[in-house]
C-alpha cells in the first residue's frame, strides 16, 4: 500500500484503505464521476488531495 504522506496519486486500492472505504465505494465514485483520475498509461490513478476534498478530509 502507498498512503505515504509524499504520494501525489494512489490505486483504487490504496485510495480505499486511506479514506476507510470498501473498494467498491471508489470504483463507484469514479464511474459516477464524483472521484477524478488521472489515466497513465494502462493505470488509473487519484489524485490524493481530490480525494480527500471529495470525502471532506482536511490536511
Known sequence: MNT???SLALTMKDAAALVGVDYR???Q?????????????????IPR???LRV?????
Not at 29 to 45: E, F, K, M, N, S
Not at 55 to 59: A, L, P, Q, S, V
Open 55 to 59: 470525502f471532506g478530509i482536511r490536511i
Open 29 to 45: 465514485g469514479i464511474d459516477t464521476g464524483t472521484i477524478p483520475t488521472v489515466q497513465l498509461g494502462a493505470r488509473r490513478l
Open 25 to 27: 465505494t471508489i470504483k
Open 4 to 6: 505515504s504522506p509524499k
Open 49 to 51: 488531495a481530490e480525494l
